[in-house]
């Protein structure tokens, strides 16, 4: 043993050594650049122009840099625009390099330090050719591959800013109309109680825009309203909202990006969402390219019950279109509909669940083909989903309606027991697998006839079943979607045919 000692001793001795250089070696190492992330002080890594452009003239931003890691690090700025962007930038007030001041090289940033990066952006909010949003990013990479962005985000058009500025991340709202008050939470005034949006300039709404209770908000004919990604306008419960739009200056609501390749950029917003008790009317509005046109639900409380009123949501003469989901989302409440166009969904264009629902001349037309549509066109329940499928009595009328699209069967009706359904679709031209007894005097599986359903014109064409076929006098509609007179012979669906 005493031998074998001093061996066992030598190698215990190598080993430690060898162990204690690779601590220090790995200790020593300078952490691989690629691997830190930048640390942005704007919120969502967004920096946003939210000033009300006037005249010709610039606005600046500036928001930090900050290196998290335990090494000075070098990185490289720059905008993706480069010099043909409206923006320009510069790094702690120091111009770029190789005369282009617009990219910037060994940026150096001490350890657990930050830099400013100062962000112009000029714009003739007067011109018209300008895009209505403005949008670029500030690109930064670190070591070999590492690589982030800060998005930058103005409107080159004049128009009023709706930017959320309470509530939780993912539901940053501003109260458009609402009652003041004071630190003490007393009233201090009526002034914003009661809110008009003019046409005199375009609404840009960034984040939810609120109708609090007991208020109101009037939006006159032509107004446009543009919705940034997630925004959408809230009446919340017992408010009052009325939409007054014309037939020749519909009120416009949707996305903030009109390029035309985003067009078919369905969910751009979230939606116009209606709560319990509000007075609601929609008339003669355009409503397109949200995840869901119209949703009409009451407000749950802490302990989920569900108050319903009678009070009725009634959309008259407005097209609702290219959805990502419902164009029309509806649940226990009350909805009147007439002379109306829900198309293009990528679920039901009208679903139901739930309420009581009166529903004249509309036309429901999905032929949405950007993705597969399982859910038909039109769907009626007295089961509520995401209630855990709570039973809930439903009536709802449908007369002088086209419901049609891609599907085998458009007009679908979903029954459980423990709630009243009464469901009934009189002179409907309706597509349909198999006959119901929902179904009265309707016309089964024939071709509309539509104009063009690609271009969404949704018009009668000469020798279309529903020329002539509707119900007469007793609705009391004199005109149709466009205003032209019904007459004695009303034809089905939203458009009557012009002679």
Same mark, same amino acid.
């Given at each position: 043993?005493?031998?074998?000692?001093?061996?066992?001793?030598?190698?215990?001795?190598?080993?430690?050594?060898?162990?204690? %250089?690779? !601590? !220090?070696?790995?200790?020593?190492?300078?952490?691989?650049?690629?691997?830190?992330?930048?640390?942005?002080?704007?919120?969502?890594?967004?920096?946003?122009?939210?000033?009300?452009?006037?005249?010709?003239?610039?606005? &600046?931003?500036?928001? &930090?840099?900050?290196?998290?890691?335990?090494?000075?690090?070098?990185?490289?700025?720059?905008?993706?625009?480069? =010099?043909?962007?409206?923006?320009?930038?510069?790094? *702690?007030?120091?111009?770029?390099?190789?005369?282009?001041?617009?990219?910037?090289?060994?940026?150096?940033?001490?350890?657990?330090?930050?830099?400013?990066?100062?962000?112009?952006?000029?714009?003739?909010?007067?011109?018209?050719? =300008?895009?209505?949003?403005?949008?670029?990013?500030?690109?930064?990479?670190?070591?070999?591959?590492?690589?982030?962005?800060?998005?930058?985000?103005?409107?080159?058009?004049?128009?009023?800013?709706?930017?959320?500025?309470?509530?939780?991340?993912?539901?940053?709202?501003?109260?458009?109309?609402?009652?003041?008050?004071? +630190?003490?939470? $007393?009233?201090?005034?009526?002034?914003?109680?009661?809110?008009? !949006?003019? *046409?005199?300039?375009?609404?840009?709404?960034?984040? !939810?825009?609120?109708?609090?209770?007991?208020?109101?908000?009037?939006?006159?004919?032509?107004?446009?309203?543009?919705?940034?990604?997630?925004?959408?306008?809230?009446?919340?419960?017992?408010?009052?909202?009325?939409?007054?739009?014309?037939?020749?200056?519909?009120?416009?609501?949707?996305?903030?990006?009109?390029?035309?390749?985003?067009?078919?950029?369905?969910?751009?917003?979230?939606?116009?969402?209606?709560?319990?008790?509000?007075?609601?009317?929609?008339? *003669?509005?355009?409503? &397109?390219?949200?995840?869901?046109?119209?949703?009409?639900?009451?407000?749950?409380?802490?302990?989920?019950?569900?108050?319903?009123?009678?009070?009725?949501? /009634?959309?008259?003469? &407005?097209?609702?279109?290219?959805?990502?989901?419902?164009?029309?989302?509806?649940?226990?409440?009350?909805?009147?509909? /007439?002379? %109306?166009?829900?198309?293009?969904?990528?679920?039901?264009?009208?679903?139901?669940?739930?309420?009581?629902?009166?529903?004249?001349?509309?036309?429901?037309? =999905?032929?949405?083909?950007?993705?597969?549509?399982?859910?038909?066109?039109?769907?009626?329940?007295?089961?509520?989903?995401?209630?855990? #499928?709570?039973?809930?009595?439903?009536?709802?009328?449908?007369?002088?309606?086209?419901?049609?699209?891609?599907? +085998?069967?458009?007009?679908?009706?979903?029954?459980?027991?423990?709630?009243?359904? +009464?469901?009934?679709? $009189?002179?409907?031209?309706?597509?349909?697998?198999?006959?119901?007894?929902?179904?009265?005097?309707?016309?089964?599986?024939? #071709?509309?006839?539509?104009?063009?359903?690609?271009?969404?014109?949704?018009?009668?064409? $000469?020798?279309?079943?529903?020329?002539?076929?509707?119900?007469?006098?007793?609705?009391?509609?004199? +005109?149709?979607?466009?205003?032209?007179?019904?007459?004695?012979?009303? #034809?089905?669906?939203?458009? $009557?045919?012009?002679?």
């Amino acid at each position: 043993m005493n031998h074998l000692s001093r061996p066992i001793s030598v190698i215990n001795l190598y080993l430690f050594f060898l162990i204690l %250089c690779l !601590w !220090w070696s790995v200790s020593c190492k300078k952490p691989d650049p690629d691997n830190v992330k930048l640390r942005f002080s704007c919120e969502n890594a967004t920096v946003l122009f939210d000033t009300v452009f006037t005249s010709i003239g610039s606005v &600046t931003r500036n928001f &930090t840099v900050h290196n998290p890691s335990n090494n000075d690090i070098k990185i490289t700025v720059f905008l993706a625009g480069g =010099n043909r962007s409206f923006y320009s930038i510069n790094v *702690n007030g120091k111009p770029g390099t190789n005369e282009n001041n617009s990219y910037f090289e060994n940026i150096e940033i001490p350890k657990k330090d930050s830099i400013y990066i100062f962000v112009t952006v000029n714009i003739d909010p007067r011109n018209q050719n =300008n895009p209505f949003i403005v949008n670029d990013s500030i690109v930064f990479l670190t070591g070999s591959s590492g690589k982030q962005d800060v998005k930058l985000v103005a409107y080159g058009q004049d128009a009023r800013y709706i930017i959320a500025n309470e509530g939780p991340e993912g539901l940053r709202y501003k109260v458009v109309a609402g009652l003041p008050f004071d +630190e003490n939470g $007393q009233p201090t005034g009526y002034e914003k109680q009661h809110e008009t !949006w003019t *046409n005199e300039r375009p609404y840009v709404v960034y984040g !939810w825009a609120v109708i609090d209770s007991a208020c109101s908000l009037t939006i006159d004919p032509g107004t446009k309203i543009y919705f940034h990604n997630n925004s959408g306008l809230w009446a919340y419960r017992y408010s009052k909202l009325d939409v007054n739009g014309a037939i020749d200056a519909p009120v416009l609501f949707r996305g903030d990006r009109l390029e035309s390749w985003f067009d078919d950029d369905y969910a751009q917003w979230s939606r116009v969402w209606i709560n319990e008790g509000v007075d609601a009317t929609i008339t *003669n509005a355009i409503i &397109t390219n949200a995840f869901v046109g119209v949703q009409v639900e009451p407000l749950p409380t802490n302990n989920n019950d569900i108050n319903v009123t009678q009070n009725v949501v /009634t959309i008259d003469k &407005t097209i609702i279109k290219n959805t990502k989901n419902c164009g029309v989302l509806s649940r226990f409440l009350n909805v009147e509909m /007439t002379n %109306c166009v829900i198309a293009n969904n990528g679920a039901s264009g009208l679903q139901l669940e739930g309420g009581n629902y009166i529903l004249k001349h509309l036309t429901l037309a =999905n032929y949405f083909k950007q993705t597969e549509r399982k859910a038909p066109a039109c769907y009626v329940s007295n089961k509520v989903s995401l209630y855990d #499928d709570t039973p809930w009595d439903v009536k709802a009328d449908f007369v002088n309606c086209i419901i049609y699209g891609r599907l +085998e069967t458009e007009a679908g009706v979903s029954k459980v027991q423990d709630a009243e359904l +009464e469901v009934s679709f $009189q002179n409907c031209l309706l597509k349909a697998k198999d006959p119901s007894s929902y179904f009265k005097d309707c016309l089964l599986n024939k #071709d509309p006839k539509f104009t063009d359903i690609d271009r969404l014109d949704f018009k009668l064409l $000469q020798g279309s079943p529903a020329i002539g076929c509707g119900i007469p006098n007793i609705l009391e509609i004199d +005109e149709d979607i466009l205003g032209n007179p019904r007459g004695d012979k009303p #034809d089905i669906g939203a458009f $009557q045919y012009e002679r």
